[in-house]
């Protein structure tokens, strides 16, 4: 028996029960009981016969508290693993799904969508903007992180058509032994990604197997090279285009892009960032060994919020064992000049009501709700996912950390770009096997067999031979 899962669902069920017993002694965000059945339908995009994951996660407190609603979960897209054919498979066009399920004879009432959906939805005017329910309940944001609450405005050209009451974070986790042997000041939450490149090269020492990187963009020892960290992590906030959705063609050979690889590249050929594992893949199972940054074979690493909790459980493995733990802290993502204050947080959970809502009151209920603090509250204690409210975001198990490093940036805007990734599966994985075409070239640079340029002229190449085939031949061939 698997006792964390069982653990997590115990704390799941205490945290709901306490929820409850305080919503019944004294809190006002429960309603009473309907007079009359009602039914509240929620759509998302992927969904599956279990719903007991989604329901733990955003339904379930709702429901218990507002008796006599009865909640729907309706997905765009089945993603479940039996049944499925190839006519499922190929039907799997994101906004053409959402359109189906919010516009037809039954339409949801809420959406639970990422940035990047929202803002094709609100451009096709398929939700609704919140801000007039907000003023007439007087429903408060002030509470929200306020990069949350300007990365949900930047999507409605400062309108909000959604809230999020959760985020993911990435920040820059660093080892103060390492910066102190080093006679290194440690990294602060306003630096830019040069700097922290600069301090990177200072504290990196060592050859061989004793070598400590300056900084990583992956966790284990045996993984894959720099190059897809570079373009989610690095690259996304300067928002370089792979392809140029006019033409259809590639946009990577370009100064801007000439630039990002020559500076990674370097980094890498220089042994400051770790260059991913070089000899034959082993499958094995990850161990604090093959974790650089807990045995102390980076000083920095980029990783997001769900990592606290690795460190946390590592402490206390080291505690039991008799070992030494690792003493470390963590600033703000890095950011680019030409970006300030961009990069790392993502909004992947944003509610939204459909504008042609047959429930508009309880779908403003469940939304408000979510985003408040009762819900807050529960979902406080996520090692995954940051709550929008910001006073329940402490550090976890009682450590003593930076934890306002995670709130310090803001969302990178989604762009017009974005929008042949929201299309299909299909082009989903057109534009993944166009990126990764490019890490055979990124290598070449970092082992010296090209330069920068000539890298970006070859992967130009490749990717427009990539979406040439696909242009003939769409949606597989068919």
Known sequence: MNSSFWGKRLWAVIAMLSLIASLSVGCTSAKPAYDEERVLRIGMVYGSGNEANFRQAYVDAFEVTHPGLTIELVPAIYGGSYGRNAKQEEDQDIMKNLKKIMTGDNPVDVVIVSDEVLTRLVRENLVKPLDPLIQKDKFDTSGIVPAVLEGAK????????????????????????????????PPTDNMTWDEVFNLARRVARGEGQNRIYGISFTQWRDGLGPFNYMVSDYVAPLQLKLVDEQTGK????????????????????????????????????????????????????????????????????????????????????????????TG???????????????????????????????????????????????????????????????????????????????????????????????????????????????????WEQAGNEILAKFKKEPQGGD
Do not use: C
């Not at 080892?175 to 102190?180: D, G, H, L, R």
């Not at 996520?382 to 940036?409: C, M, N």
């Not at 055979?440 to 010296?448: I, L, P």
């Open 154 to 185: 930047a999507i409605g050209d400062q309108h909000i058509y959604g809230l999020s009451p959760t985020f993911t974070a990435s920040a820059l986790f660093y080892n103060k032994k390492i910066f102190q042997e080093a006679g290194v000041e």
């Open 344 to 458: 790392g947080i993502k909004l992947n959970n944003l509610t939204a009501i459909n504008n042609a809502a047959p429930n508009v009151e309880d779908a403003w209920e469940f939304v408000k709700f979510l985003n408040g603090d009762d819900y807050a509250k529960i979902r406080s204690h996520s090692g995954s996912e940051l709550v929008a409210r910001k006073k329940y975001i402490r550090p976890q198990g009682g450590l003593d950390y930076h934890i306002e490093a995670f709130s310090a940036r803001k969302p990178v805007p989604p762009s017009v770009s974005d929008e042949p990734l929201l299309s299909s599966l299909e082009l989903s994985k057109l534009f993944w096997e166009v990126e990764m075409s490019g890490e055979t070239f990124f290598e070449q640079v970092a082992d010296s067999q090209a330069t920068p340029k000539e890298a970006l002229a070859e």
């Open 250 to 341: 590639m946009a990577v050979n370009s100064p801007q892009w000439e630039k990002v690889l020559t500076t990674i590249s370097e980094l890498v050929a220089d042994k400051v960032l770790f260059g991913g594992y070089k000899g034959q893949y082993i499958e094995q199972t990850p161990t604090y060994d093959t974790d650089l940054f807990i045995s102390g074979d980076t000083a920095m690493l980029v990783a997001d919020y769900s990592y606290v909790g690795q460190l946390n459980d590592a402490i206390e493995y080291a505690k039991k064992n008799n070992g030494s733990s690792i003493d470390w802290d963590v600033a703000a993502f890095p950011m680019h000049p030409e970006a300030p204050e």
